[in-house]
C-alpha cells in the first residue's frame, strides 16, 4: 500500500530502531522453527524437522555422518518435493507478478486530508523482488528465504526487554508498561516470532491511539478561529501553513494572522507559507499588541466570510507569565467579537524533544485551554513513541502528524497505520 510505505518510511527511525531492537530480542534465546516440507504440504504426520531440504541435498552428496540413513532417505525425498515445490511456485510467482502489471492509474487530487478523512492509497506497490524469492507459500507462512523462522518464549525477561525497547522510543515508562503487559495477557509461555511480535505490538498502540485520532472538528459558524499555540520552532508556522493549504484546497477561505508580533523572522516565515498556500497574511508593526492584531483579524475574517481563522502565537516559556496573559488577551479580544472563539486551541508539538513534549503539554493546559495537538517531526526521530505516550496520559485529541518540511508532510492521524509504521510492521 503506497500511503502506508510512505508512512513507514518517513517514520523510519522509530520504525527501525524498534525494529532492530524486536530481531535482536528475539534471537537473543530464540530458536529457529524449520519448516518440515511435509507440514508444507499438509501431512503432519510424516515431520522431518531435523533436516532442512537444503542439509539434505549436501550430504546426499557429502555422506555427512551424523546424518542417519532413513532420516537422509526421508529428507532427500522431502528435498525433491521442496524443489518441485519451489519451481512450481516460481512459476505462479511469474505468473501472477505478469497478471498485476500494475497498471498507472489517473492521479488523484487528494481532497483536505488532514482535517476531513485519511487519504485512500493512491497506488498499489509494485511486487518487490523479496517477495518473489520467498514463494508463494514461504509467504503465508510467514518464512524467510531459507524457511526459518525464529521465535522465543514470552516469559518475564523478554517482557523486560520489550519495555526496554518501548521505552527506548520515548514511549515513557507507564505507557510501555501497559504495552507489555497487555501484549502479554493469556500469552506467556508462547513462542512468537518478531513479526507476530509487532502485529501484538501494533494492535496493542492502535488501541491506545483509536480514541484520540480525531480530525480537526470543522463547525457551521464562520469564522472559526484556530488559535495555535507551542514552543517556538516546534513548526508552528509550518503547520499553520500546510493545514491553511490543505483547507484552502477543500474550497475553505483562510486568513492567518501572524501573531508573534515580537520576532521579524517569524513573521516573514509565515508570509512565505500563506504565498505558498495562497492564504493572506495579516501582520502588525514589529512589536505591537498581538491582542490588538487578533481583534483587526476577526474583523479581516469576517468581512471577507473566511471559514477559518488561525492565529500564530509566541512561543516563549522562558517568561510563562508573560506568555500567559498575552494568550489570555488574545481571548479577551476576540471573545468581545465571537463569544465563543477560540473555537479550538491547537497545540503543536516536537517529536523530537521526547518526553518533554509531555512537560510541553502539561504547561500549554496550564496557559491556554488546549483542545487537540499536532505532532511534528515525526520524519527523522527515533523518538516516535512519544506520540503513545501523549495519547496514553492526556487523551487529547491527535488531529494531525507532521512528517516533513514540504506542504503536503502533514498527514491524517491513523491509529493502525501509525502503530505499524512506528513498529515496522508489514502486514
Ligand atoms: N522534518 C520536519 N521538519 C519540520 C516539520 N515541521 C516543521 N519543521 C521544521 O522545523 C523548523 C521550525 O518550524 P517553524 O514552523 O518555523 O516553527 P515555529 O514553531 O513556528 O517556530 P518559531 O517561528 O520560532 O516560532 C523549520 O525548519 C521547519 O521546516 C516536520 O514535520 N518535519
Known amino acids: 500500500m503506497a500511503f502506508f510505505k510512505k508512512l513507514k518510511d518517513r517514520l523510519f527511525t522509530s520504525s527501525s530502531k524498534i525494529d532492530e531492537g524486536l530481531e535482536a530480542i528475539v534471537s537473543d534465546g530464540g530458536q529457529a522453527d524449520v519448516p518440515a516440507v511435509d507440514d508444507v504440504m499438509e501431512t503432519p504426520a510424516q515431520v522431518v524437522p531435523e533436516v532442512t531440504p537444503e542439509a539434505a ?192 484546497g477543500a474550497g475553505k477561505k483562510v486568513v492567518i494572522a501572524a501573531g508573534d508580533t515580537f520576532r521579524a523572522a517569524a513573521v516573514e516565515q509565515l508570509q512565505v507559507w500563506g504565498e505558498r498556500a495562497g492564504v493572506p497574511v495579516l501582520t502588525a508593526p514589529h512589536g505591537s499588541d498581538p491582542a490588538s492584531l487578533a481583534f483587526d483579524a476577526m474583523v479581516r475574517a469576517e468581512a471577507d466570510g473566511a471559514d477559518l481563522l488561525m492565529i500564530d502565537t509566541a512561543g516563549r516559556l522562558q517568561n510563562r507569565g508573560d506568555l500567559m496573559e498575552e494568550l489570555a488577551k488574545i481571548v479577551r479580544v476576540i471573545r468581545k467579537k465571537d463569544p465563543e472563539a477560540p473555537h479550538n486551541t491547537l497545540l503543536v508539538l516536537d517529536a523530537t524533544t521526547g518526553q518533554n513534549a509531555i512537560n510541553q503539554v502539561k504547561v500549554f493546559q496550564d496557559i491556554s485551554d488546549v483542545s487537540g495537538l499536532v505532532m511534528t517531526k515525526l520524519d527523522g526521530t527515533a523518538k516516535g513513541g512519544v506520540l503513545v505516550s501523549l495519547a496514553d496520559k492526556f487523551g487529547l485529541p491527535i488531529h494531525a502528524i507532521g512528517v516533513g518540511e514540504q506542504i503536503d508532510d502533514l498527514q491524517p492521524f491513523d491509529p493502525q497505520e501509525f502503530a505499524d509504521a512506528l513498529t515496522g510492521l508489514d502486514r
Request: glycine content about 6%; cysteine-free.
Open 57 to 248: 541435498q549436501e550430504a546426499a552428496v557429502q555422506e555427512v555422518p551424523d546424518l542417519d540413513t532413513a532420516a537422509l532417505e526421508r529428507a532427500q525425498k522431502a528435498a525433491a518435493v521442496h524443489a518441485a515445490l519451489e519451481e512450481k511456485q516460481r512459476q505462479e510467482a511469474q505468473a501472477e507478478a505478469v497478471e498485476e502489471e500494475p497498471q498507472a492509474p489517473e492521479p488523484t487530487v487528494e481532497p483536505l486530508r488532514t482535517t476531513l478523512t485519511p487519504v485512500a492509497p493512491v497506488l498499489e506497490e509494485a511486487p518487490t523482488e523479496p517477495v518473489a524469492k520467498r514463494g508463494v507459500l514461504g509467504r503465508l507462512m510467514g518464512r524467510g528465504a531459507d524457511g526459518e523462522v525464529v521465535r522465543r518464549e514470552l516469559d518475564d525477561a523478554m517482557l523486560e526487554q520489550l519495555e526496554e525497547l518501548l521505552i527506548a522510543s520515548d514511549m515513557g515508562v507507564d505507557t510501555a508498561l501497559r504495552v507489555t503487559s497487555n501484549m502479554a495477557e493469556g500469552r506467556l509461555g508462547k513462542k512468537l516470532s518478531v513479526q507476530e511480535i509487532k502485529t501484538l505490538m501494533a494492535d496493542e498502540i492502535a488501541r491506545i491511539m483509536e480514541p484520540v485520532a480525531k480530525p480537526l472538528p470543522l463547525y457551521a459558524k464562520t469564522p472559526q478561529v484556530v488559535l495555535v499555540v507551542g514552543v517556538n520552532g516546534s513548526g508552528k508556522t509550518t503547520t499553520i501553513g500546510k493545514l491553511a493549504s490543505q483547507f484552502r
